[in-house]
Nanobody, 129 residues
């Protein structure tokens, strides 16, 4: 089965940090742009950050710019999201997914979660004091 497995979520106080990991299962990441998405209760799924196949291009949602950093290690078949200065409004289930067709820019992928594939089960991030 082709999917991602997300990990690294948890409960953290405002201002704290977490590092999420996204491991590919059943396929090789090398050729795909990867995106991190999140969905809070009662809200639509939104793109948080996306990275091109070789890591040269990235896109961040305005709400996380300067606080989150996306990266990838193709040798480990894994992508990461370093989240610093976390805020209560960052609370959500975080997912990663890929551009299976390899035709979308990182901005397009991030702004259109429906274009992404290989969704995992997600990892819960809760920011609360």
């Amino acid at each position: 089965q082709l999917q991602f497995v997300e990990s690294g979520g948890g409960l953290v106080q405002p201002g704290g940090s977490l590092r999420l990991s996204c491991a590919a299962s059943g396929f090789t990441l090398d050729y795909y742009a990867i995106g991190w998405f999140r969905q809070a209760p009662g809200k639509e799924r939104e793109g948080v950050s996306c990275i091109s196949s070789m890591g040269g291009n990235t896109h961040y949602a305005d709400s996380v710019k300067g606080r989150f950093t996306i990266s990838r290690d193709n040798a480990k078949n894994t992508a990461y999201l370093q989240m610093n200065s976390l805020k209560p409004e960052d609370t959500a289930v975080y997912y990663c997914a890929a551009d299976r067709k390899g035709i979308f820019t990182v901005q397009t992928l991030c702004l259109n979660p429906r274009l992404a594939n290989y969704w995992g089960q997600g990892t819960q991030v809760t920011v609360s004091s």
